[in-house]
């Protein structure tokens, strides 16, 4: 697993929970350590240990915890770099779910060596919408629930989201758009502000 989804899992703790939840989680895992470096690669078994340790100590199920780090990876501060990417894909909420297609790409762009699973996005009618997520990382649909749903309060939009199941291999999310400006989105400009 890359660095930077284990250090993104590190972070989220860190931030919703407290260093003591995360020293706590990585004993528990019999890490040997209790800091992800970004750029390393790691066993996918030592994500699955963390997983399974934060999933013990908080005592909530797996699918809830990745869909709280899908969305603090797009609202909390630490993260502005990851909403500004996922921005880049359309002024409104309808152009960002339609940008999705290319996300794997966009992000290996930015880091050659993160995967991440294709993302297929399915138009059932202008506010109905499936998003097929392909195997390849475990629990991406559960982060991506909740990326879908910060995105849509970033863009001011009400949508209603679910998981549909299974279609093949790929998780099927449904997406309905109830209200595409529902309540003003947060300020976002694609230039960065420029300090003098």
């Given at each position: 697993?890359?660095?930077?989804?284990?250090?993104a899992?590190?972070?989220?703790?860190?931030?919703?929970?407290?260093?003591?939840?995360?020293?706590?989680?990585?004993?528990?895992?019999?890490?040997?350590?209790?800091?992800?470096?970004?750029?390393?690669?790691?066993?996918?078994?030592?994500?699955?240990?963390?997983?399974?340790a934060?999933?013990?100590?908080?005592?909530?199920?797996?699918?809830?915890?990745?869909?709280?780090?899908?969305?603090?990876?797009?609202?909390?501060?630490?993260?502005?770099?990851?909403?500004?990417?996922?921005?880049?894909?359309?002024?409104?909420?309808?152009?960002?779910?339609?940008?999705?297609?290319?996300?794997?790409?966009?992000?290996?762009?930015?880091?050659?060596?993160?995967?991440?699973?294709?993302?297929?996005?399915?138009?059932?009618?202008?506010?109905?919408?499936?998003?097929?997520?392909?195997?390849?990382?475990?629990?991406?649909?559960?982060?991506?629930?909740?990326?879908?749903?910060?995105?849509?309060?970033d863009?001011?939009?009400?949508?209603?989201?679910?998981?549909?199941?299974?279609?093949?291999?790929?998780?099927?999310?449904?997406i309905?758009?109830?209200?595409?400006?529902?309540?003003?989105?947060?300020?976002?400009?694609?230039?960065?502000?420029?300090?003098?």
């Amino acid at each position: 697993m890359h660095g930077l989804i284990n250090r993104a899992i590190q972070s989220f703790v860190c931030a919703t929970y407290g260093q003591s939840c995360w020293l706590r989680v990585t004993e528990a895992a019999d890490l040997g350590f209790a800091e992800f470096e970004a750029m390393l690669v790691y066993d996918d078994d030592v994500t699955v240990r963390v997983m399974d340790a934060l999933c013990a100590d908080l005592n909530r199920p797996r699918a809830e915890i990745l869909e709280d780090l899908g969305t603090y990876l797009v609202s909390h501060p630490n993260m502005e770099d990851l909403r500004r990417l996922l921005r880049f894909g359309g002024v409104t909420y309808v152009e960002f779910l339609h940008s999705l297609d290319d996300l794997s790409d966009r992000v290996r762009l930015a880091v050659s060596d993160l995967s991440l699973p294709e993302l297929e996005l399915r138009e059932v009618n202008p506010m109905e919408y499936q998003l097929c997520c392909h195997p390849g990382l475990p629990g991406f649909s559960s982060v991506m629930v909740g990326v879908l749903r910060a995105m849509a309060d970033d863009y001011g939009a009400l949508a209603m989201l679910s998981h549909d199941g299974q279609e093949g291999e790929a998780d099927v999310i449904s997406i309905v758009l109830v209200e595409s400006a529902f309540a003003e989105g947060r300020h976002f400009d694609l230039g960065r502000a420029s300090y003098d």
